[in-house]
């Protein structure tokens, strides 16, 4: 069968990292998972242990070692026929049971349960896999290269831009350390964040469960689960676990899929102006018509992809808090799209990656473009002139400059000669100073890494 999305086909490599963490197949062996991790926990009380059992710690831990594959083709064969996920994870455990000689255990299996209580809880486990398996440790590496940029180019003197206008100088160094920060911090909030669970009915009151154990703490044997499986006890549901916690989730993502698109951005801007520079690849093609082009390829797709990822995890975020009453479907089919939205992030952020990998400065580049544009130096010059007690030296340099337009560096000498004292201290360190030199601790905060 062709793949219908690029992650199943151009990107399948890209997305290696994630798919089998939250693909279908990883979902149904969570199920099991959570199904398993119940049924133990329920033999564990002594009431239900003493009337089943102990708990078959090795026969259970074979069934869980069984290869992912092949729990996934038996059980996807089951739901042919019951056509209920959940219940097919149910059916294929009870087998199991059987054949290691554990029927005893089957009218244990999901007992008190609603599917939403496997469901929730196995989604948890697959995105705190793919969290910490995936996200984070990419974007470790990208918090990194951007620090060993920030380094490389502290001293790197660029043109600073507002409003797409010559402004203050700054350094190429300081820039990539400002996207060094801005990513760690929600590189932080993304590995800091713990997934919600619950574990208590069709309808958040543990209704069955009371009714068939009623003097057992149901909210506390779940809530020693659910912890245990690294996750964070939802007290209050309905039957859904309201995906609050899940959405800030989301959200953290996104906020860092957008930092790395505004990286991307600039990237392809200063590629563009010649300031960051690409290396010439001996096969490489970067246009079908003109030899001379390598294009801000990987900076490129990275942005296409982070715009498909945002798009969908902005959709998951306004629409999995709100539930009919009770519960309504409309969750199930929406969270069968997350293996989709965390794919093209890690495409995203791997190939935006591998163009900070290849990246160069243009010293030169860039000095020349300083040196076409004195006139930001009218900033230093302004504020000296008002430490000097002028109350109009902002006016005086915002009508100069904007007469002249941009300046060179005679007319910046010229205008400087003419507003201060001659010989003065201050007028000596104005004229001394040039574009490259005025960029004030960028070199210093280029060298403060991410953290």
């Known amino acids: 069968m062709a793949p219908l999305s690029p992650l199943d086909g151009r990107y399948a490599q890209a997305a290696g990292s994630v798919r089998d963490l939250l693909c279908e197949e990883a979902l149904i062996v969570q ?19 003493s009337k089943f059992g102990r708990v078959p710690t090795a026969k259970l831990a074979a069934i869980e070692r069984l290869p992912a594959a092949t729990i996934a083709r038996d059980v996807r064969r089951i739901e042919k026929r019951t056509r209920h996920d959940v219940k097919a994870v149910e059916v294929w455990l009870a087998g199991q049971l059987k054949s290691a000689g554990q029927q005893r255990l089957v009218p244990l299996l999901h007992f008190g ?31 990194g290269i951007l620090d060993q940029l920030a380094e490389k180019f502290a001293t790197a003197a660029l043109l600073g831009r507002t409003h797409a206008q010559p402004a203050s100088p700054t350094t190429m160094g300081k820039e990539m350390a400002v996207f060094a920060h801005r990513l760690k911090r929600q590189r932080d909030a993304i590995a800091e964040h713990v997934f919600d669970g619950k574990c208590n009915g069709a309808v958040g009151n543990y209704n ?84 001379h082009k390598i294009n801000p390829i990987d900076f490129e797709n990275g942005e296409g992809n982070i715009a498909v990822a945002n798009a969908l995890l902005t959709m998951f975020a306004e629409q999995l808090q709100q539930s009919r009453l009770q519960r309504d479907l409309s969750d199930s089919t929406i ?50 002139l008002r430490r000097m007690g002028n109350a109009d030296a902002y006016e005086i340099f915002r009508k100069a400059t904007r007469s ?25 360190m104005l004229l001394a100073l040039t574009p490259e030199k005025y960029i004030g601790l960028a070199a210093r905060l280029a060298g403060k890494k991410a953290g």
């Not at 329920?42 to 009431?47: A, C, D, G, I, S």
């Not at 599917?115 to 990419?138: E, G, H, T």
């Not at 007290?235 to 993502?253: K, R």
């Not at 030169?364 to 004195?374: G, I």
């Open 335 to 384: 969270l069968r799209n997350i293996g989709t939205a965390f794919g093209h992030t890690v495409v995203a952020w791997t190939s935006i990656e591998r163009g900070l990998q290849s990246l160069d400065c243009d010293r030169e580049n860039m000095a020349v473009e300083l040196d076409a544009n004195w006139q930001v130096l009218a900033e230093a010059a302004q504020t000296v």
């Open 208 to 291: 069955a469960l009371v009714a068939a154990w009623p003097r057992l703490n149901w909210p506390l044997i779940t809530r020693k689960m659910i912890e245990g499986m690294g996750l964070r006890f939802a007290s209050h549901t309905t039957q859904i676990e309201p995906y609050d916690g899940m959405v800030e989730f989301f959200d953290a993502v996104s906020r860092a899929n957008r930092v790395l698109r505004d990286l991307a951005q600039d990237a392809s801007v200063y590629i563009g102006a010649g300031h960051l520079r690409l290396p010439a690849r001996p096969r490489e093609v970067g246009s079908s018509t003109m030899p």
């Open 113 to 143: 349960l609603t599917s939403w209580d496997v469901n929730n809880l196995a989604y948890a486990l697959m995105l705190s896999q793919a969290r910490d398996q995936a996200l984070v440790v990419i974007a470790d590496r990208l918090v």
């Open 404 to 428: 002249a337009g941009r300046l060179d560096h005679a007319a910046y000498c010229k205008l400087i000669r003419e507003v201060f004292p001659n010989g003065s201290p201050e007028q000596k």
């Open 31 to 49: 199920r099991c998972r959570v199904e398993i991790e119940w049924l133990r926990t329920l033999l564990e009380q002594e009431p239900i242990g």
